[in-house]
Nanobody, 114 residues
């Protein structure tokens, strides 16, 4: 059973930075890992993903250039470095594994104040 545990969320002022971490367990193969987020009153949206094989990354347009996703396959860990945060980045951030469908963790809250 896939288990994804996020940490690192919190309250930060606009322009600040946060680093989210996700520890993955129960993965029986090499899967792409990613981050999604859900803002209040909105649907969950894709943020970033990173492949297991070559580390290729993909970002949502809204975060490209500000967020960086990285992973350590040996530690089954993925990070999301978030810089130049904006109030519109406020959301619950979910770690995800690309198994047959995306599997999600419980999420970590990020609040960006003005």
């Amino acid at each position: 059973q896939v288990r994804l545990v996020e940490s690192g969320g919190g309250l930060v002022q606009a322009g600040g930075s946060l680093r989210l971490s996700c520890a993955a367990s129960g993965l029986t193969g090499n899967y792409a890992l990613g981050w999604f987020r859900q803002a209040p009153g909105k649907e969950r949206e894709f943020v970033a993903q990173i492949s297991a094989s070559d580390g290729a990354t993909l970002y949502a347009h809204s975060v490209k250039g500000r967020f960086t996703i990285s992973r350590d396959n040996a530690k089954s860990t993925v990070w999301l470095q978030m810089n130049s945060l904006k109030p519109e980045d406020t959301a619950i951030y979910y770690c995800a594994a690309a198994t047959s469908i995306w599997s999600y963790g419980q999420g970590t809250q990020v609040i960006v104040s003005t």
